[in-house]
């Protein structure tokens, strides 16, 4: 059973930085899509970002490119998103997903991720 932990997220002012980081208990697969999720309050859960760690293929939500970066570290397991210039749209309470299936990172959608962290609450004041 895989389990992801998300950490790092907070209160920061708009315009600032904060970095979230995903633990893994175990390697998926060698080739798998990790992605970033965020819900804010009464909304539907939507992307943000994702890898494609077999070819280190990434991709964004239109809503965050170039502000925010995804990146893993194999050897640690973990997976980064390094936010920037937030904005307090940006508050969400941000999910790691993860799948063995190619299929998640060409639909992006919730439903083709198995495995889900608990969440890390993010909240960019303006």
């Known amino acids: 059973q895989v389990q992801l932990v998300e950490s790092g997220g907070g209160s920061v002012q708009a315009g600032g930085s904060l970095r979230l980081s995903c633990a893994s208990s175990?390697?998926?697969?060698?080739?798998?899509?990790m992605a970033w999720f965020r819900q804010a309050p009464g909304k539907e859960r939507d992307y943000v970002a994702a890898?494609?760690?077999?070819?280190?293929?990434?991709y964004y939500a239109d809503s965050v490119k170039g502000r925010f970066t995804i990146s893993q570290d194999n050897a640690k397991k973990i997976l980064y998103l390094h936010m920037s210039s937030l904005k307090p749209e940006d508050t969400a309470v941000y999910y790691c997903?993860?799948?063995?299936?190619?299929?998640?990172?060409?639909?992006?959608?919730?439903?083709?991720?198995?495995?889900w962290g608990q969440g890390t609450q993010v909240t960019v004041s303006s």
């Open positions: 997903a993860a799948d063995s299936s190619l299929n998640a990172c060409v639909t992006f959608l919730p439903s083709y991720f198995t495995y």
């Open positions: 175990t390697y998926i697969t060698s080739s798998a899509c």
């Open positions: 890898i494609y760690t077999g070819a280190g293929a990434t």
